[in-house]
């Protein structure tokens, strides 16, 4: 299994980015994909995550109402759109995947057993 990620930069606040995921040797429409951010000095953390079949999707409180998550089944991807990105947002983004979480485990790193490599999302004026 690979995860392909991109689409990360450098934004203003306030602006948008659109991450994706390209997935090989695994159907998105069947896992659930996930996101998660590690900022500078931090630890990882959940950001967003859509179960598989697509019936649930969750996030993070700080997120809610300015990212969506979704699946293109066609492209066998998984995509971030971020809107009204904030300097706190920046972070190394990277997509997760899992053929067997549950739905508890949803927000723990150790849970996913395929990982993308990083992109960068940078938010500064």
């Known amino acids: 299994v690979q995860l392909q990620a991109s689409g990360g930069g450098l934004v203003q606040p306030g602006g948008s980015l659109r991450l994706s995921c390209v997935a090989s040797g695994l159907t998105v429409r069947t896992a659930t994909m996930s996101w998660f951010r590690q900022a500078p000095g931090k630890e990882r953390e959940f950001v967003a995550a859509?179960?598989?079949?697509?019936?649930?999707?969750h996030y993070v409180d700080s997120v809610r109402g300015r990212f969506a998550v979704s699946k293109d089944n066609a492209q066998n991807t998984v995509n971030l759109q971020m809107n009204s990105l904030k300097p706190e947002d920046t972070a190394a983004y990277y997509c997760?995947?899992?053929?067997?979480?549950?739905?508890?485990?949803?927000?723990?790193?150790?849970?996913?057993?395929?990982w993308g490599q990083g992109t960068l999302v940078t938010v500064s004026s």
């Open positions: 997760a995947a899992s053929r067997s979480i549950i739905m508890s485990s949803l927000k723990r790193d150790q849970a996913y057993g395929y």
């Open positions: 859509i179960f598989r079949g697509g019936s649930s999707i």
